[in-house]
């Protein structure tokens, strides 16, 4: 049980695009989603934490306009890197996690992650 | 806020031998503990979890961790390393309420023949 499954694993495209990322919990519900960027031989980094139907908390530094993030159901969260450049370019980690506002005592599940390269 | 430092940034160790990898967190109260572990290009599969209870927990793959409140300590551990188990893993804790996961900087396992 808990699977995570996030959509694409790899993607290539040219610096202007913009990407969507799909991440779905297959067999439970996510009332909390969590995207994560790791650079190359470094710890997660947290983006932002989405809650079904509001929306994103974002880190501080992580802008809002340039990774969008929609949480509009309890089984599927997207993340959208919009005109991406080169520096976007990484491995993008989604997490969900189910319960409610106490969900504190609920693991996260984590997706395989996605590959971006922006040429 | 709490945080977790994984001391060691790689350990190599030999297969069949014993394996403890370190984990310290800082954190107001008892926080919930997590290890898990991340292949290369791959996610993080969860191996096991503290909430309360029993300071010894059990995982998969014959991992265990005990927690070590005096020591504010999650130490991961294995009796005999496979060489399947080369990866990085990662400490974790969550403080409470919906928080999110804080992440220690992990720990390269590499294993030899």
């Known amino acids: 049980g808990a699977v995570v499954s996030q959509h694409p694993s790899r993607v290539i495209c040219k610096s202007g695009t913009s990407v969507k990322i799909e991440c779905r919990s297959l067999?439970?519900?996510?009332?909390?989603m969590f995207w994560y960027r790791q650079f190359p031989k470094q710890s997660l980094m947290l983006m932002a934490t989405?809650?079904?139907?509001?929306?994103?908390?974002?880190e501080q530094g992580v802008e809002k306009d340039k990774f969008l993030i929609n949480h509009a159901s309890l089984t599927l969260s997207t993340l959208t890197v919009t005109s991406a450049h080169p520096e976007d370019s990484s491995f993008y980690i989604c997490?969900?996690?189910?319960?409610?506002?106490?969900?504190?005592?609920?693991?996260?599940?984590f997706g395989d992650g996605t590959r971006l390269s922006i040429l | 806020a709490q945080s977790v430092t994984q001391p060691d940034i790689h350990i190599t160790v030999s297969e069949g031998a014993s394996l403890e990898l370190r984990c310290n967190y800082s954190?107001?109260?008892?926080?919930?503990l997590f290890w898990y572990v991340q292949s290369p290009g791959q996610g993080l599969q969860l191996l096991l979890k503290?909430?309360?209870?029993?300071?010894l927990v059990q995982g998969i793959k014959g991992f265990e961790a005990e927690f070590k409140r005096s020591q504010s300590s999650f130490n991961l551990r294995k009796p005999s390393v496979h060489w399947s188990d080369a990866a990085e893993y990662f400490c974790a804790c969550q403080g409470a309420g919906n928080t999110p996961l804080v992440f220690g900087k992990g720990t390269r396992l590499s294993v030899i023949a």
């Open positions: 997490s969900a996690r189910s319960g409610g506002p106490r969900g504190g005592n609920q693991p996260q599940h």
């Open positions: 989405s809650n079904e139907g509001s929306k994103a908390t974002y």
């Open positions: 954190y107001g109260a008892t926080p919930y």
């Open positions: 503290y909430f309360s209870g029993d300071t």
């Open positions: 067999d439970f519900q996510a009332t909390t």
